[in-house]
């Protein structure tokens, strides 16, 4: 076990914003953070065509949301109220405005480049830390947590600059509101 596991991890609220083409993906990716004992806001949940449609019905059907807006309130206020936005790539522009309303809300993004992904500047900007793949993010994560309970009394002197910028990002977060201490 890592020095930075603990057994007893506090609760961080997580969104994961991506693609359809990624609901596979995605989901795997919610596993894992909840096997850290995360808490997932899951749109893969959410997003489900009635059975039947074409691909062609199903891309109409998630681009207008015929279930009265109940996806795109979910989404919108799961950006808005997250500890922490994972940006899940390559994705469209959907996830681009997830990203977005979390920045513009002070919840920090942490982006999983797409393999072929080359950011443009306002998501470049937006996202507080990228990583090159889910393994990556995962262990951010889990030693973020780690930090989180402790207090966050040794995150200042973290050696890893990326766990300590992430760190910092979730820590004012909750400091302004958010789930964990």
């Given amino acids: 076990m890592p020095p930075y596991a603990m057994s007893s991890r506090p609760a961080l609220t997580i969104y994961v914003a991506g693609s359809f083409k990624h609901k596979h993906g995605v989901r795997l990716l ?5 096997a850290l004992g995360c808490r ?5 949940e959410k997003a489900v065509p009635p059975p039947g449609l074409t691909p062609a019905q199903r891309r109409i059907w998630m681009d207008t949301d015929r279930d009265g807006g109940q996806v795109y309130e979910f989404c919108r206020n799961a950006c808005l109220t997250a500890d922490l936005v994972i940006y899940y790539g390559a994705s469209g522009q959907d996830a681009g405005v997830e990203v ?19 950011p443009g500047l306002m998501l470049h900007g937006a996202v ?6 889910a393994e990556e993010a995962l262990d951010l994560v ?4 780690a930090h ?12 890893d600059g990326a766990v300590r910028r992430l760190g910092e990002a979730v820590r004012r977060r909750c400091a302004a509101g958010g789930t964990l201490p």
Wanted: net charge negative.
């Fill in 128 to 133: 507080c830390l990228w990583v090159d793949g």
């Fill in 30 to 34: 919610g596993r894992e953070l909840r």
């Fill in 148 to 159: 989180a309970g402790t207090g966050w009394t040794a995150l200042d002197a973290e050696a």
């Fill in 40 to 44: 997932m806001l899951d749109w893969t």
């Fill in 100 to 118: 977005g309303l979390a920045a513009g809300a002070g919840v920090p993004v942490l982006g999983i480049r797409g393999p072929l992904e080359g």
């Fill in 142 to 145: 889990e030693r973020v947590l």
